[in-house]
């Protein structure tokens, strides 16, 4: 079994595993917690926590080997000095966890995983209807508008089991009527 995890690395992001066959193992929020700064509060992530939501799902002491997808962002017109940098810090921190946990990773561009799904823009309620048609039992998950970041995550999965899957049959590393299946 081939583990698949996808990233959506924001403050409000989430974690999604999944395995070769689409089936949900995890799919929860970042983890972050609010503190209170000078002038208001902020959210800050919990890299410890991170890191734990990457322990294998059915067996933390199995290594039944996985692939990573983590978006890759990129500053945005108007978006603020602090938010971004807040956001690089998160990719960072992901990327770390993916490593100190031997998971391969590659990155991917929001427009190139949206492409797969007919998805354009930065509509989150379209990634949510859709990752709820692709994976029905997500519905316990996402509950909220908030939950854009597990619908996005979930979506990054799909489109690595995909190409993967896509991969393995054009290199005939199974045959082609099984990938139907």
């Known amino acids: 079994m081939t583990l698949i995890y996808g990233i959506d690395p924001g403050l409000s992001g989430a974690v999604a595993i999944i395995d070769d066959r689409g089936k949900i193992l995890r799919l929860e929020s970042t983890p972050v917690i609010t503190v209170k700064k000078e002038k208001g509060t902020k959210r800050v992530y919990l890299p410890q926590q991170m890191l734990e939501l990457l322990k294998n799902p059915i067996n933390p002491l199995a290594t039944f080997g996985g692939r990573a997808a983590l978006e890759l962002v990129n500053a945005m017109p ?15 921190m992901w990327e770390m966890a993916l490593a100190a946990e031997a998971i391969p990773m590659e990155w991917v561009t ?33 509950t909220r508008k908030c939950d854009e970041g597990r619908a996005e995550a979930l979506l990054i999965c799909e489109w690595l089991r995909r190409k993967h899957e896509n991969a393995d049959i054009n290199a005939g590393r ?8």
């Open 78 to 92: 108007g978006q603020g000095v602090t938010s971004m940098f807040s956001m690089g810090r998160g990719v960072g």
């Open 110 to 142: 929001p427009q190139t995983w949206k492409k797969e799904f007919g998805l354009r823009g930065s509509d989150k309620n379209a990634s949510i209807v859709k990752a709820l048609q692709l994976f029905p039992s997500a519905a316990q998950y996402i």
């Open 174 to 181: 199974f045959p082609r009527f099984l990938a139907g299946l």
